[in-house]
């Protein structure tokens, strides 16, 4: 009888045995994973490798991790007794960290995939795989210190650039070292604050000196966002302080000033400015067994972020169509540029911002401009992170230049930055330029981009970001308003919304709803012994004729002249009296006027550093002449001529220096106008046409305006007028020219 065959020894199946009398003989496997987890995130949760095992006692038995694109194995272990013991559905764990290859002793990256899980000895093996996998990015406000910390006081510089970038001053980046663009933002913060408990304006001199560093200590930030919005998620205002003049330190009396302080706009203005220094970083999740985004930034890898910029079309509406001649030539402006023609080159599709040869920043090209937004050089690094280089993407029809920032991976330094990616954004200063931050994860040009694109297929859309669209607005500000005298014109007292509603057709938004911070009563800040003093201060040769002690002079209330009454002479016509006294106190008013400008600048800059100080003077209180009687050889009760009764001086208004404007009360045109004007003065704009379209009046400035647009602002005495009609907005130039443009080049008229 022979012999009963073997059973098999893992099935005990007989293999001789008859079909469908026994277990069907299979070769069973004595080492078998039975399950891995799909995906997980190293450092933050393990990966669980599931097997079976039987009959590998005191064999070798490894698990072993391998990554393709890793360097081959990063891991291997070899099981201990008890996981090599006989059993179903045991379990081993891995926290991801690599024991093998270029990332040993640090975690693994989803960059390194794909990854598989082995377990071999004994002849056995099995194998599986699994994933790390991204799955969200999300952006916050970056930090100015790799750290996120404030540098010491002590170390003045370095303190000085990280406590200017956190009040809004824009200094750059932190590195102890002053250049440009910290001693601008020095000279920024030093005209805008004071000695700390002190009204005394710091000293302007771009250092971080010992007064400077205590004022940074208790300064308060500047307002850089619309009030009640997120601009990470919504669009919003992004506001640049623009309140400046011109110099300080000027006398009021003897400095020389050009045309109604209309020169130098750029180096008052622009060239004291800092295209803002916007800290965003992206921290980067990954996702967990459970399906969630989890922060684990060890096991994040340099992967890339792709930064860019979409410059679309501005809110045109910030130009009603009650000013559609200016709206016309600033649309063209934009998308023609110095061509005088529709069909000249375009600065874009929509043309929006401000070429670098119109003194924005924007150059021809857009393969250049996103290196505008986003620099590599060293004086826009946020540190840690750099820009690597640039490369373009194209989506549906459109091709999108980007900037690459690699996440920061570094074992030991800068910890709080690991696993993020940040740059600074360099926004414009140029009110109305807009711009809508778009952040991306991107494989292009790893080995395994197909293969990273493949697996983040699911989850692509939390793998980019878009912020809210930012629009620059310059913010600026009325100090204070001085009336002298109750208003004699038809107009009244300034409409300040209205006033506020004409600057903001140049996306300067006027703060306070466009009132004046204070309104000054004239006799408490000017009472008799401050402008007694103040005129008797000048020089000689700029006080009033034959002024030289106090009891030369008269104070009133109303009215800015103080020597003596000036009588009507016998027999002299009343028009000829009114026209006589009313030139001899204009005259007499001249300096006294600056004097007294000069007295109300320096209260209020005791308390407000920045922003405009208007006074609204009267010259003289009104004034009546009286007709002769030849056959009485004496004066009538009254005159007959009307315009010998009650006549008051109309002479105009000017600027001085640091935003002091000077307007007359008893000018005739319309008061929000008017004042519009000498504050635009202010702002550096120059006359449009006066009297007459050009005409070779020297006050004409013909590159500064719009051909088309014959009644601005910045224009009086066309012919047909009225005073009180005189009520227009900017023309198209005058508005490019306070958003920061530079408009002599631009074409005086643009054929449709």
């Not at 926290?95 to 960059?111: N, W």
């Not at 970001?465 to 009325?478: D, H, P, S």
Request: charged share 20%; net charge neutral; proline share 7%.
């Amino acid at each position: 009888m022979p012999k009963d065959k073997p059973k098999h020894p893992a099935s005990g199946c007989n293999p001789d045995a008859p079909t469908g009398t026994g277990p069907v003989c299979t070769t069973a496997k004595l080492l078998e994973i039975v399950s891995v987890d799909p995906n997980f995130a190293p450092s933050a949760e393990s990966l669980a490798v599931k097997y079976d095992i039987k009959g590998l006692a005191g064999k070798t038995v490894k698990l072993t991790i391998t990554a393709d694109n890793g360097g081959g194995t990063v891991f291997e272990y070899t099981l201990n007794d008890g996981e090599r013991a006989d059993g179903s559905g045991k379990s081993l764990q891995w926290d991801g960290k690599a024991t093998a290859g270029p990332r040993s002793g640090r975690f693994v990256t989803p960059l390194m995939g794909p990854f598989k899980a082995k377990l071999a000895g004994g002849g056995e093996n099995s194998e599986s795989p699994f994933k790390v996998l991204y799955a969200e990015i999300r952006v916050d406000w970056g930090k100015h210190t790799p750290d996120g910390a404030m540098p010491a006081p002590g170390d003045a510089v370095k303190y000085a650039q990280a406590r200017l970038n956190e009040l809004g001053y824009d200094a750059g980046p932190v590195t102890g070292a002053a250049n440009a663009a910290t001693t601008k933002a020095l000279r920024r913060f030093q005209r805008a604050n004071f000695i700390h408990g002190t009204q005394t304006l710091l000293t302007e001199n771009g250092n971080a000196d010992a007064d400077t560093v205590t004022m940074l200590q208790n300064a308060a930030p500047r307002v850089r966002w619309e009030a009640g919005k997120n601009p990470l998620t919504q669009d919003a205002k992004h506001y640049i302080e623009d309140n400046y003049y011109n110099d300080r330190g000027q006398d009021f009396l003897t400095t020389a000033l050009p045309e109604f302080n209309s020169k130098d706009r750029k180096a008052h203005v622009e060239d004291k400015l800092e295209r803002p220094f916007i800290p965003i970083e992206v921290e980067i999740l990954l996702l967990n067994k459970a399906g969630s985004a989890v922060s684990a930034p060890d096991a994040v890898g340099p992967v890339t972020i792709a930064w860019e910029a979409d410059d679309g079309p501005e809110d045109a509406s910030v130009i009603p169509g009650t000013n559609a001649t200016a709206k016309t030539y600033v649309g063209r402006a934009r998308k023609v540029g110095t061509s005088a023609s529709a069909s000249g080159a375009r600065i874009d599709g929509s043309g929006d911002n401000a070429l670098d040869s119109l003194d924005g920043f924007r150059p021809s090209a857009d393969a250049d401009y996103v290196k505008a937004w986003f620099p590599s050089g060293a004086d826009s690094k946020l540190e840690p992170f750099t820009v690597r280089g640039y490369d373009s993407e194209t989506r549906g029809p459109k091709t999108y230049h980007r900037a690459l920032v690699d996440a920061w991976d570094h074992a030991t330094d800068h910890a709080p930055r690991k696993g993020r990616s940040g740059v600074y954004f360099r926004h414009s200063f140029k009110s109305g330029d807009d711009a809508k931050v778009r952040v991306a994860m991107t494989f292009s040009g790893r080995a395994n981009e197909a293969q990273l694109e493949t697996d983040h297929q699911g989850h692509v859309v939390n793998l980019s970001k878009e912020l809210g669209r930012w629009t620059i607005w310059r913010r600026a500000r009325v100090n204070a308003y001085c009336q002298q005298a109750l208003p004699s014109r038809a107009s009244g007292s300034p409409n300040w919304a209205t006033i506020r509603d004409w600057w903001s057709q140049a996306f300067i938004e006027m703060e306070h709803g466009g009132a004046p911070q204070q309104v000054l009563n004239y006799s408490t800040a000017i009472p008799s012994a401050t402008y007694i003093a103040a005129i008797l201060a000048a020089p000689v040769s700029h006080r009033p004729p034959a002024v030289t002690a106090a009891g030369h002079l008269t104070y009133s209330a109303s009215q800015v002249y103080g020597g003596p009454a000036i009588a009507q002479a016998p027999a002299e016509g009343a028009v000829a009296y009114v026209r006589r006294a009313s030139a001899a106190m204009a005259s007499w008013c001249r300096h006294p006027i600056n004097a007294i400008l000069g007295e109300l600048h320096r209260q209020v800059r005791k308390t407000e550093a920045e922003g405009l100080i208007i006074y609204d003077y009267r010259v003289h209180d009104p004034i009546s002449g009286r007709d002769w009687d030849p056959g009485t050889a004496a004066f009538k009760p009254t005159t007959a001529n009307p315009a010998a009764v009650n006549f008051t001086s109309g002479i105009s208004g000017y600027v001085r220096l640091d935003g002091a404007v000077t307007m007359n009360v008893n000018n005739s045109f319309n008061v929000s106008c008017y004042l519009l004007h000498e504050c635009g003065h202010a702002r550096f704009l120059y006359h449009h046409k006066t009297g007459g379209g050009g005409g070779g009046n020297p006050s004409d400035n013909a590159t500064h305006h719009d051909a088309d647009q014959e009644r601005c602002a910045m224009s009086y005495g066309i012919s047909p007028d009225t005073p009180n009609g005189w009520f227009y907005p900017f023309c198209g130039k005058c508005l490019l020219r306070l958003r920061g443009w530079k408009v002599t080049t631009l074409p005086n008229r643009y054929t449709p």
